[in-house]
């Protein structure tokens, strides 16, 4: 059984930062594609980052503030954010996605308010 365990998510002042991590079981990090998706209250959820083998996607909201990455070892994916804004935030979900084969994780909390 595939699941996706979100966790790192809190109350930040803009301008800070966090890393947001997703620990996976039941499947391989490596194998197919993660991502890390948000959805703010009354709005779609959007794209924050993707990362397929080598290649990584940034949606254009956060592009240049977030760094995704994966740690095969600890089969866990990470995202870690900077420059926060009120704008961010949102409830963020981790995604594995290869043909067939579509999961998510439970989603943690961000919040961005001084």
């Known amino acids: 059984q595939v699941q996706l365990v979100e966790s790192g998510g809190g109350l930040v002042q803009p301008g800070g930062s966090l890393r947001l991590s997703c620990a996976a079981s039941?499947?391989?990090?490596?194998?197919?594609?993660m991502g890390w998706y948000r959805q703010a209250p009354g709005k779609q959820r959007e794209l924050v980052a993707t990362i397929v083998g080598g290649s990584i996607f940034y949606g254009d909201s956060v592009k240049s503030r977030c760094t995704i990455s994966r740690d095969n070892a600890k089969n866990t994916v990470y995202l870690q954010m900077s420059s926060l804004r009120p704008e961010d935030t949102a409830v963020y979900y981790c995604?594995?996605?290869?043909?067939?084969?579509?999961?998510w994780g439970q989603g943690t909390q961000v919040t961005v308010s001084s």
């Open positions: 995604n594995s996605w290869r043909p067939g084969a579509d999961y």
């Open positions: 039941g499947m391989i990090v490596s194998a197919g594609r």
